[in-house]
DNA sequence: TGATTATATTAACGAGCGTTCATTAGGGAA
DNA sequence: TTCCCTAATGAACGCTCGTTAATATAATCA
């Protein structure tokens, strides 16, 4: 018989366990026993907690949001600005919405203070991701004299910050959510952002 | 010599080792030795651990927001209403700078997916006393014909959402902080806000 | 004053923690 | 088959955890 990956099983349950109960209140044995294993075992693949730990975040690192989100099609729609935001924005909380976005967020936000996260993990630094994706998008709509002339930066702040609310509030937590009601609310934030700043 | 307020004590510190540790990662005897006393003294104050969180939470129940923050000579700057936004925005994040308040989102954000955070911790919670208040202003702007007639609900939803982010990037964590720098992008998104509905 | 009450100490408990070690089982390469 | 390497086990380590019990001390009140 093959061996099973177990090392990626339990980067996939420590990320379950860090993302509910924080580093610190998930033991090992816990991850262990969610993988099959003994914990002893655990360290044929890792040889720490903090190991487990970083091997999660080395799969979140704050880049290429642009290739997930962005693509040809979507590009195509920048004639039809308004569109081209909503279905922007559209797959952005459909990306967020997948169980790993999830979980990370939670991570994330969980961890951002506490000593082993507060190394690696940095809010800004995911957010300034799609601030720099969301700048680019307003300086080029205003060069092409659709959008008002006002500093891209602020645009950017003001397009991105109730998106990230929404994926803070609706977003993160293990519940069943109403997406529908979460596209909703996107879809009226998209609709008056681009009405205050359409030419 | 009179006892000294250990009980208040104890919630004090309390309160700072779990803000940059998380409750699991915070032990009692962390907590005891930076009161003063050893962990079994702390037992005659709170008969558990979970009664020390619950006692933290109990001081900052979501409610009274506008009591700290609204006052007569805000409300007489109605007429001068950019004046008055700026201005309570400025007190917002002045009361969000208070070194209670910076712990208090960062228990916030790290505890309300713990077992022991999610039964009382809320982010919407506490976002939406904000909500509640940006939105009866609104709605007395529309109706005073000086703000453009929106949803007032959308218009409080664009208020909030970048100053949460504000608060969450850099009203949490301990380090020493450029306020002015703050207040500065807080002035940029109120002047753009303000711009945005304006008759 | 003496009795009472509140607050502290020291010591210990059972449990769980992260980690290590010696050993065993099993799949791949020679 | 034999050899090796990977991956598993069970047992144990030293440590810390939250909590309790017995006891001492210091402030309050009659």
Do not use: C
């Amino acid at each position: 018989m093959k061996y099973p990956n177990t090392k990626k099983l339990i980067v996939e349950k420590a990320l379950d366990y860090f993302s509910n109960n924080g580093y610190a209140g998930a033991s090992i044995r816990q991850i262990a026993r969610a993988v099959g294993i003994r914990e002893s075992a655990i360290y044929n693949h890792f040889k720490s907690k903090e190991e487990i730990f970083l091997a999660i975040l080395s799969e979140f690192k704050p880049r290429s949001l642009s290739e997930k989100i962005m693509s040809d099609d979507l590009l195509d729609e920048l004639d039809n600005p308004e569109k081209f935001l909503q279905d922007f924005a559209k797959r952005l909380i459909e990306y967020w919405n997948t169980p790993k976005e999830r979980k990370f967020i939670r991570l994330l936000l969980m961890e951002q203070f506490t000593k082993i996260g507060s190394l690696e993990l940095s809010v800004s630094d995911y957010i300034n991701e799609l601030r720099g994706i969301s700048k680019l998008i307003f300086s080029e709509m205003i060069k092409n004299n659709i959008a008002k002339k006002y500093d891209p930066e602020i645009l950017a702040e003001q397009f991105t910050a109730p998106l990230f609310l929404i994926r803070t509030e609706h977003l993160a937590k293990d519940d069943k959510i109403d997406f529908e009601k979460v596209s909703v609310m996107v879809k009226k934030h998209v609709n008056f952002f681009w009405n205050s700043i359409k030419l």
